[in-house]
């Protein structure tokens, strides 16, 4: 097995030490809209799937429960909006990898023109938002 060069290994060290820091600073210093309101420190993954009776959207939200998580339309576009926080008896806790992204979010989806009925549930670590279309 080949020695790793100390010089090289230190480097590398500091790099993911700065990628890591900076990535934490991101999640927890947002700063705030012209409004006054915190703008959202991160955007969840998405799928969009269309059949003709339906628009479903699966939000990538694991540990988010549905019931706090704002779905609304606003001129033709999906606003999907919340907060991912850690668990009461988990903020003393010494962090030693926070990859799951917190603070609030935000995801805009343009909606095709139409009328929608809005529902959500929870499946597999997703929230999915079903827009059934109205004719």
Not at 37 to 56: K, M
Not at 59 to 82: F, K, R
Not at 108 to 134: D, E, H, Q
């Amino acid at each position: 097995m080949p020695r790793k060069d100390p010089v090289n290994w230190m480097l590398s060290e500091a790099i993911d030490s700065l990628v890591r820091a900076e990535r934490l600073r991101q999640q927890f210093f947002s700063l705030q809209s012209k409004a006054g309101l915190p703008e959202p420190c991160w955007e969840p993954p998405i799928d969009v799937l269309e059949t003709d009776q339906e628009i479903l959207i699966l939000v990538a939200l694991p540990g988010v429960d549905p019931d706090h998580v704002e779905a609304t339309i606003e001129e033709g576009t999906l606003v999907v909006s919340g907060h991912r926080v850690l668990p009461v008896e988990l903020r003393n806790a010494r962090i030693h990898r926070l990859e799951l992204p917190q603070g609030r979010f935000e995801r805009r989806i343009l909606l095709p023109t139409g009328r929608y009925a809005v529902s959500r549930f929870a499946v597999n670590g997703c929230i999915a938002l079903r827009l059934a279309k109205s004719v």
